[in-house]
């Protein structure tokens, strides 16, 4: 077997290196108005058509086997392509050509279609980009928003990913649930990117390069959750000019600056941005908690010189809270990230990019009485120290070697303490350190001008480091996860494409099924094994034309080692004896579908219909028990879906017509979503317990609660003057009121009356009726 | 090799086809489906306040409170350390059948019981082991104040003595005196609001402003199990020594957020055992109740209940 592998290996080596002896064009592209590097722009060699895609630095390199005069062209879809003539003079040449791409249309500020598909209009693009969907920043920003534009609320409006609740922010990603999606910005984990309870992402909009969400299939470079990867971008700021943009709504205010910086002959630029809600200060008028939460992102960059640089980025978040309920709650939260990049070319084609940064979640809440100072506390956070280093070989244009490693430190708390006489050993104490290696090495070969295979493989070894408490045993796992993706272009436009990958996850959170402050993320120990999931995906994308796009993806995964909360942790805890798989049900699952997206850019309306089709099916011990056998059973999880439909759609008037109102640029917006009711326990039983009627219930999927349906739309009216502008907005969520409900809550009340027993529902509301205003100034 | 894009047609429709069928669970319980519950007290007798109930459970549209109750149950109670037992007799009272012990045995603490009940025309044996908590006694007066018309009291009737919202806490802790015992106890602890529902209730702690129900409450207020009138507390709590009074004692000092309404209170506080302490906590408790062949539970306390008025101001001052 030993054998085999070397041979595979060496084989593959020397497909890899069979013309070394080329010469190359390379550089990096990026946006004339503020030399941001421009991710994902296809460049080609226009004579031998021959070309990749810049990767998320904005870089590319292409191999030219013999000299001669040729020309680049570089495009992407909202720019103008640009066409540079340049010419080889040896075969050892390596040229370099930074490129630079203007929008189209900027002065009648022309965006592009909301949620583009990463394969849009290439000509070739080595990598076979699985289930993934990008969202820009100006993408983001046109989804009609409650209150605010928000990074989560727009991945949720994409066909795969389910909304549970109008009021959680959470994502359910083709069946998975929230604690299976690796979450990065700027590379680092962002543990619970949640604000107000779930109601908004952590991340401000204005500070946000791009979103790239992997639905499923993702590649060897990423690892550690069984289901998705949403990968956050942090934006590096104007390298030409300082700019601002200053955002003004209902509960929250913004702003944003950046611009470049020059000391001596070194040069580089800057992005700050920060956002503070003022809720507190509408306590003058309405009886509410006293609750703010703000944020912060910034980030700098230092261009050492054309093969060096290097950023520094930093995120902080805090949610605050203090409530009055007898007892006094106070309740704060947040994220703290940092992350420090050098990209590093080896040489023209060795790409480097390293990384270390580290991440904190920390929650504190604590409950105040009469008599006792701090009747009860509760701290949790995990910690997370990371280095990554992630290179990219292109030996030749058929071959193109992704290989790194990324090493990853948590170390998680959980500590309650009160003064009463609570039993200590009852209250968790726990304080856990682990330490998760891995390794990846992928290849993308275009075997020829039609077939492309990406083999890939991802080692990953996960440990226990040190544990306070006495009885787990310690962990320490080796798993292989191979990904493999094949795809067949079936003309200019259209392809097809299968892909296999298994997913090892080893940090498990303790949640009650909804984001909260408190959810915790653990380490395993050797109590658990570490889930895995098997994703299979056979996919089709077509450009129809220029107006329109098409895609699906059918997918199907398995689970194993699912774990879920036991919520009767809490009345059970015991630090002497406890081990992790006391607080976990475990289980396994399944989920198969069809993801479909209509993208149109088409007489001035832009956006995308999107439809799912999806089963998802979950199997937990000492969960939906059979009565009569007391083994538990399938069911549906309370985020399974059967259908979803999302339409985005905006138009600007002003851009399509010519016209302009009040003098200004009129957009308008609209945002449907449409879902199968939600699967829900009900009712089907009484007895009599001694002391009341109590209700027997079905099992957890008996009934569907009602579909969800809910329009939005969003006016938008840009003055522009000489210093920037100036934007109102108009928004109205869920504007035929539609009464959609979130939970559905049984109890059996006596009528006094008649003596007999009603069986009470109460149905909890989700977003009614909601009008918004507010303002946007960039300058 | 363009025909390969219908690859992709078949699994599409077996996928669409999927989506067409029902996507929820059966029914859940088939046939006759029976609960039996039962809690001991320590130191009390299975009687009339405290009996077993053999229920047939029955859905909710077909509910006759006649049929609920199984009248013609052999339920019998064996104590497990003396191998003694008591052989349970139904009683008609308060329009349900109460399955009591006719010869008034004392449970005692720390014994082990046994519950069997057999139905006639079901076939399993219904059976259940519950182990007596060590015995525990309520006090109400921990720091013996001894004031007149106020704090707890052991009697549920007129009139009642008062304790001031602000002060629960401070001067009447929720206490139970354990002997000789220092250690882990489960605890459970009701309060009751005894006061009929009306929109003249007035909330301890205003609820956004709010400071009285309103009348979308009234049958919130009147639903089985927890609410806004019955708020239930459960936990590992420990007894220790203490100096004044002398004694182990378990005590709990922060509870006043579960008076939500001022007015009259019911309130218990038990040392419980391990199947009522998990039919409490578990969701669907009446799977882990420790019954066997049956829904419910079969457990065992010690401890007892007390009464109060929660106001605002004392109206009497001594």
């Given amino acids: ?779 | 090799m363009k025909h390969l894009r219908y690859l992709i047609t078949l699994p599409l429709v077996l996928i669409i086809l999927s989506g067409c069928s029902d996507f929820t669970a059966p029914e859940r319980f088939d046939g006759e489906t029976y609960a039996v519950t039962g809690l001991l007290i320590a130191g009390q007798s299975i009687g009339l306040e405290r009996p077993i109930y053999v229920t047939r459970s029955t859905t909710i549209q077909d509910f006759q409170y006649l049929e609920l109750f199984v009248a013609d149950a052999e339920v019998k109670v064996i104590d497990l350390n003396t191998r003694a037992e008591f052989q349970l007799l139904p009683a008609l009272h308060e329009f349900r059948i109460k399955y009591i012990d006719p010869n008034d045995n004392i449970i005692h603490p720390d014994h082990t019981y046994r519950l069997e009940v057999i139905i006639p025309g079901y076939e399993k044996l219904i059976w259940a082991e519950t182990t007596v908590p060590s015995q525990v006694t309520l006090t109400p007066d921990f720091y013996g104040w001894n004031v007149s018309g106020q704090g707890f009291l052991l009697q549920n009737f007129e009139p009642y003595s008062e304790i001031t919202f602000d002060t629960v806490e401070s001067h009447y802790p929720l206490a139970l005196e354990t002997g000789t015992f220092t250690g882990t106890l489960n605890i459970f602890a009701e309060l009751y609001c005894l006061e009929e529902f009306s929109t003249s209730l007035e909330f301890t702690t205003p609820v956004f402003g709010q400071t009285n129900p309103d009348t979308t409450m009234v049958t919130t207020y009147y639903s089985s199990g927890e609410g806004i009138r019955c708020i239930q507390f459960l936990g590992k709590y420990t007894s220790v020594p203490h100096q004044q009074p002398a004694g182990n004692y378990m005590m709990i000092k922060d509870y006043r957020q579960a008076f939500i309404f001022f007015g009259r209170y019911r309130v218990t506080l038990y040392s419980c055992d391990d199947n009522f302490y998990r039919y409490k906590y578990s969701p669907e408790g009446y799977f882990h109740g420790g019954i066997k062949n049956a829904l419910g539970y079969f457990g065992s306390v010690s401890g007892g209940t007390m009464f109060t008025r929660i106001v605002k101001e004392y109206s009497t001052i001594d």
Avoid at chain 1, 519 to 524: A, G, S, V
Avoid at chain 1, 563 to 591: M, R
Avoid at chain 1, 716 to 743: A, H, Q, T, Y
């Fill in chain 1, 1 to 779: 077997m030993n054998k085999l592998s070397i041979l595979i290996v060496a084989t593959w080596l020397a497909l890899c290196i069979q013309v070394l002896t080329a010469a190359t064009v390379s550089g990096f592209v990026t946006r004339v108005e503020n030399a941001e590097p421009l991710q994902y722009v296809n460049v080609r060699i226009v004579e031998t058509r021959v070309g990749m895609q810049t990767n998320k630095k904005g870089y590319y390199v292409l191999n030219i086997s013999r000299p001669g005069s040729y020309t680049l062209e570089a495009s992407i879809i909202g720019f103008t392509t640009n066409r540079i003539p340049f010419r080889i003079n040896s075969e050892d040449e390596n040229l370099t050509l930074d490129i630079e791409l203007e929008k189209t249309g900027v002065e009648l500020q022309r965006i592009v279609v909301t949620g583009e598909s990463e394969e849009d209009n290439i000509y070739s693009s080595p990598q076979i980009r699985i289930g993934t969907i990008r969202q820009k920043t100006e993408d983001i920003q046109k989804i009609v928003a409650v209150v605010e534009a928000d990074v989560f609320r727009s991945v949720l409006a994409l066909p795969g990913v389910t909304p549970i609740s109008d009021f959680s922010a959470s994502l359910y990603v083709r069946g998975g649930s929230p604690d299976q999606n690796l979450i990065l910005l700027d590379d680092i984990d962002v543990y619970n990117p949640n604000h107000f309870g779930g109601i908004f992402s952590t991340f401000n909009t204005d500070a946000v390069e791009s979103v790239e969400l992997i639905k499923g299939g993702y590649p060897a470079k990423f690892g550690g959750r069984l289901s998705s990867v949403l990968d956050v971008t942090n934006r590096q700021g104007n390298r030409n000019y300082h700019q601002g943009v200053a955002r003004l709504s209902a509960i929250s205010s913004s702003a944003t600056l950046e611009g470049p910086w020059r000391i001596g002959n070194q040069r580089g630029s800057y992005m700050a941005s920060f956002r503070r809600t003022y809720l507190e200060l509408m306590q003058q008028f309405v009886d509410l908690p006293d609750y703010y939460f703000y944020d912060g992102h910034v980030k700098l960059n230092w261009d050492l010189d054309s093969r060096n640089k290097f950023s520094a980025s930093a995120y902080f978040g805090k949610d605050a809270l203090v409530f009055d309920f007898g007892s006094e709650l106070a309740l704060d939260w947040g994220n703290r990230t940092f992350t420090k990049q050098w990209v590093h070319l080896f040489n023209p084609t060795l790409f480097s990019h390293f990384i270390i940064a580290g991440s904190r979640f920390e929650s504190n809440f604590t409950v105040r009485g009469e008599e006792v100072s701090n009747s009860f506390t509760h701290r949790n956070g995990i910690d997370d120290l990371s280095t990554k280093g992630m290179l990219s070989w292109k030996p030749n244009n058929q071959h193109q070697l992704d290989f790194g490693y990324d090493i990853k430190w948590n170390r998680t708390i959980l500590k309650m303490d009160t003064d009463s006489q609570y039993d200590p050993n009852a209250l968790p104490d726990v304080d856990v350190t682990s330490l998760l290696s891995a390794a990846y090495v992928q290849d993308v070969w275009d075997v020829n001008d039609l077939w492309t295979l990406q083999p890939g493989l991802r080692l990953s070894w996960y440990k226990t480091l040190t544990m306070n408490l006495p009885s787990p045993p310690d962990a320490s796992y080796l798993n292989l996860e191979p990904r493999i993706s094949l795809r067949r272009k079936l003309d200019v436009a259209e392809n097809i494409y299968v892909n296999y990958g298994r997913y090892c996850q080893y940090l498990t959170l303790m949640s009650m099924g909804i984001s909260t402050p408190f959810d915790i993320w653990f380490p395993l120990d050797g109590s658990l094994k570490p889930g895995i999931s098997d994703h299979y995906t056979l996919g089709y994308k077509n450009e129809l034309s220029r107006n329109f796009g098409f895609d699906i993806e059918l997918y199907y995964k398995t689970y194993r080692n699912l774990l879920e909360y036991n919520v009767a942790t809490g009345f059970t805890w015991d630090n002497a004896n406890g081990q992790l798989k006391d607080t976990f049900h475990s289980g396994k699952g399944y989920t198969y579908g069809a993801d479909f997206m209509l993208r149109n850019d088409w007489y001035g309306f832009e956006g995308f219909i999107g439809y799912t089709i999806s089963k998802t099916q979950r199997r937990m011990e000492n969960t939906n028990l059979d009565p009569e056998t007391l083994e538990p059973r399938y069911f549906y999880p309370k985020y399974d879906r059967s259908h979803q439909i999302n339409i985005i759609e905006n138009f600007n008037i002003t851009e399509n017509t010519g016209r302009q109102f009040l003098g200004g640029d009129l957009k308008f917006g609209l945002s449907f979503t449409y879902t199968t009711g939600q699967p829900n326990q009900k009712p089907e039983r009484i007895y009599f317990d001694g002391d009341d009627f109590q209700i027997i219930y079905s099992y957890s999927d008996r009934e569907r609660l009602p579909d969800y349906m809910r329009l939005d739309i969003s006016t938008k009216l840009e003055f522009f003057r000489s210093w920037g502008s100036i934007e109102p907005c108009f928004e109205i969520v869920n504007v035929f009121d539609r009464k959609n409900v979130s939970f559905r809550n049984y109890n059996i009340s006596p009528d006094l009356e008649t003596g007999q027993l009603t069986l009470i529902s109460r149905d909890s509301p989700q977003f009614p009726f909601m009008p918004f205003i507010g303002i946007n100034v960039k300058w």
